[in-house]
């Protein structure tokens, strides 16, 4: 056992509100802390950072028990290990989600953080930096050493593809900036990228009745707003998409693209693919966002991640 992995119990950490969690930190015993959102962004840490694991913990605050995860509950955990311990052992990873740049600032130099919260700065999420033609099309060859069919797609237009779904995707992503005004929940993945669709599921999620004019009128003001400032904003496209929208419909455009090539749609299933992803992306070379992460926790020694 390493000084890294040794259990450094006592119930030091009863300020967490989940048994799990409060286990998991145990069991990473000296290692530095982080809190990331959930169980992907474990499995796609650990394949990522496989290399930094006898010194990094990345704790997933969604794991079973009271805990639901996300951005909220990793700063939550971040804030109290600051205000209860007096270690700097502790950090916490989130997505960009909608921030504007000026609120990624200020919530990065809130001093309850002590400097140590990492927030995207130039994508969505996570999985965003799987959205790359090369790592698609090398995802797409390996399932089709199983299936042949997927052969005679290998030569599509991939890149027009992706870009084709980022700029529909635009059309719901704008509804869930609108909602996220009204602190409602945001639309399915699923939801088709028609502009009236979005707008009267908005309408109908807000409870806003037909009579309501002004704030009808007030709702779809706001979503024309959202839509054209994205759309102007296109070459920052990745941080208005969420990668998990992105991939729902990468994998419907593959099933269409498959049914009219073979005549029959094929399930690449890439929704659970996260971790053939990371490996993939892994042994293409990290992009210099992540390896900065490594700089971020001060993890010295840090090995050549582009080989």
């Not at 870009?163 to 719901?172: A, D, G, Q, R, S």
């Not at 992540?290 to 090995?303: E, M, R, T």
Request: proline residues 1%; glycine residues 6%.
């Amino acid at each position: 056992m390493t000084v890294f992995s040794q259990s450094i119990g006592g119930g030091r950490f009863s300020f967490i509100d989940n048994q799990d969690i409060r286990n998991d930190i145990d069991i990473a015993g000296r290692k530095k802390v982080v809190f990331i959102e959930g169980y992907d962004d474990k499995v796609i840490f650990e394949i990522l950072f496989h290399e930094e694991l006898e010194e990094v913990a990345f704790i997933d605050t969604s794991a079973v028990g009271q805990s639901g995860g996300g951005c909220d509950k990793v700063k939550e955990y971040l804030e109290k290990t600051y205000r209860h311990l007096n270690e700097t052992r502790f950090f916490g990873i989130i997505d960009r989600d909608f921030k504007t740049d000026h609120e990624l600032d200020t919530e990065l130099n809130e001093p309850k953080y002590k400097n140590k919260l990492y927030i995207f700065r130039d994508r969505y999420t996570l999985e965003n930096y799987f959205i790359e033609k090369g790592i698609l099309l090398e995802y797409i060859r390996g399932k089709s050493s199983s299936n042949k069919k997927l052969k005679g797609i290998l030569g599509i237009d991939i890149s027009g593809i992706i870009n084709n779904i980022l700029m529909k995707l635009i059309i719901v992503a704008a509804g869930n900036r609108t909602l996220l005004d009204y602190r409602n929940k945001f639309l399915n993945r699923s939801t088709p990228c028609d502009k009236k669709i979005v707008v009267t599921k908005i309408l109908s999620k807000l409870l806003i009745k037909e009579y309501e004019v002004e704030k009808r009128t007030a709702v779809k003001r706001w979503y024309d707003y959202y839509r054209k400032y994205m759309e102007k904003d296109s070459f920052y496209i990745h941080k208005h998409i969420s990668g998990k929208y992105f991939f729902y419909h990468f994998n419907k455009a593959i099933k269409d693209e498959t049914n009219r090539t073979c005549g029959k749609q094929i399930n690449i299933d890439i929704d659970n693919a996260k971790d053939n992803l990371a490996r993939i992306l892994k042994i293409r070379g990290l992009p210099d966002d992540l390896n900065n992460i490594l700089v971020f926790l001060g993890v010295s020694d840090v090995p050549d991640h582009n080989n």
